[in-house]
């Protein structure tokens, strides 16, 4: 049928138009228009659907990142489905999945023999994102360089926007409702949003970062007076949020990008010299006069540890931040042998509850009866190391382990100096909060340092 000659073509009264439609040429050159379109379709829809994403990670919705999250991975398969034939892109088969798939089937194990079986679920949940995180970006080969700087630019300006809705609401309070000035710092600076002031800031780090490494390779964000106020802004934002090792990591990364720009002899330097030099002066000043957040670090300084190894303790006993996660080793290592759970844990389900024991068997405050007030009941480990031994034994400590290496491995492998910084401060985060307890932190721990690793993909 396709091939009727011009005269035959005529004998039969085709039209022209319909004889140039039949030819196979014409077959193929639309097949490819049509293939090309829905490739276009499904890579828009699949940003969309990122950038819905990670707008209700900064906002804090947190049933639309977990619904997003989930319509990102259906698509990513689709996509590659489509593409290669495949339901996943053979990248998917790599150590880092591995590594967290292996700590989310260790959070099944115990649904089997639980006596509180809605409880365990509930921590299975949670943990689902252990392996829906890295499935959902390495099953489908879609971010790379291009896309990974269009994600960052949105969340960047996201971040700028909401950091100015809560000084804006904490400005009402102060003004209208006469808060103390409290109101401008650390938990109570996010409160409206739902958000951890800390879990924010590093949100918060995470774009001022990229904002470093942008300016010192000279591409600004609509121009170079608006990303050098984004930078500045977003250290008074660090600084409000009050999260001391955020704080730390900050200072210590404009000191090095201050430092490798001196080094570099291009006309771009000005931005990252003039903002580094700025931030180190107003963080030095802050840290080293009375105010919110100078007190926040000589806190850590002021208190006797010998107060952990106490017995017993008194209701008002107060702890700081370094003597109460000292305690937690010592109710941790006690929980163990008292359970000779050293191999398998306690069970997710049952480690608040036997944290709890120790609060209230210790005499730390529980909070007044009647009221929301619990005192020290449902604070975890606070340490997601001591968190994965008591929850699952030596067995989750080297599952947790594995993670970090991979994390560690994957860095190294891509050499990005946002990616060090970045994962550097989440493992030294492990150690002061159980990352991996919450939604938000499992998003940040996960998510973020595999986005990252894309900024340098072609």
Excluded at 147 to 171: E, H, K, Q, Y
Excluded at 269 to 274: G, I, T
Excluded at 311 to 338: A, C, H, M
Excluded at 348 to 377: E, I
Aim: glycine share 6%; net charge positive.
């Amino acid at each position: 049928m396709f091939h009727i000659s011009r005269q035959r073509q005529k004998h039969l009264g085709t039209p022209d138009y319909l004889f140039e439609a039949l030819t196979p040429n014409r077959i193929l050159k639309t097949g490819i228009v049509r293939m090309t379109e829905k490739k276009n379709l499904i890579n828009c829809l699949l940003l969309l659907l990122y950038g819905c994403f990670l707008a209700s990670v900064v906002c804090g919705f947190r049933a639309i990142s977990s619904i997003s999250i989930g319509l990102v991975l259906m698509t990513a398969i689709i996509k590659n489905r489509m593409e290669t034939g495949s339901w996943l892109h053979p990248a998917a088969r790599n150590r880092y999945v591995l590594a967290c798939s292996l700590f989310f089937l260790l959070q099944l194990i115990p649904l089997a023999f639980s006596d509180n079986f809605m409880a365990a679920w509930k921590h299975v949940q949670v943990k689902s994102a252990l392996l829906f995180l890295p499935l959902s970006v390495y099953c489908c080969p879609f971010i790379n360089k291009t896309r990974f700087r269009l994600l960052m630019t949105a969340t960047v300006f996201m971040l700028a926007l909401l950091l100015s809705w809560c000084l804006g609401v904490s400005f009402i309070k102060y003004q209208l409702h006469h808060a103390g000035t409290g109101i401008f710092f650390y938990h109570e600076l996010v409160a409206n949003l739902g958000h951890h002031a800390v879990q924010y800031a590093v949100l918060v780090y995470a774009g001022l970062i990229w904002l470093l490494q942008s300016g010192y390779e000279g591409r600004y964000l609509l121009n170079r007076n608006i990303h050098l106020l984004l930078m500045g802004y977003f250290i008074a934002g660090i600084l409000l949020l009050s999260s001391k090792l955020v704080i730390l990591f900050m200072v210590g990364s404009l000191a090095y990008y201050l430092f490798i720009t001196l080094k570099k002899n291009t006309n771009s330097w000005q931005v990252v010299f003039v903002i580094t030099i700025a931030g180190l002066l107003i963080s030095s000043i802050i840290l080293l006069t009375t105010n919110p957040i100078s007190r926040r670090f000589n806190e850590i300084m002021q208190g006797n540890m010998a107060l952990v190894q106490q017995t017993s303790f008194n209701p008002g006993d107060y702890f700081n931040g370094v003597q109460f996660r000292l305690l937690q080793w010592r109710f941790v290592k006690e929980i163990l042998q008292e359970n000779r759970a050293w191999i398998t844990g306690v069970s997710p389900a049952k480690a608040q509850s036997f944290l709890d024991q120790k609060y209230a068997a210790t005499h730390m405050y529980t909070g007044v009866a009647g009221t929301n007030d619990r005192g020290f009941l449902g604070y975890n480990t606070h340490n997601q190391f001591l968190e994965s031994l008591l929850q699952s034994g030596l067995i989750g400590l080297f599952c947790f382990l594995f993670i970090c290496f991979e994390t560690v491995r994957l860095t190294v492998r891509k050499n990005s100096r946002m990616l060090y910084a970045f994962v550097l401060l989440l493992l030294v985060y492990c150690f002061s909060e159980s990352v991996l307890e919450t939604q938000y932190g499992l998003i940040i721990f996960i998510f973020f340092p595999l986005l990252f690793s894309f900024a340098k993909a072609q």
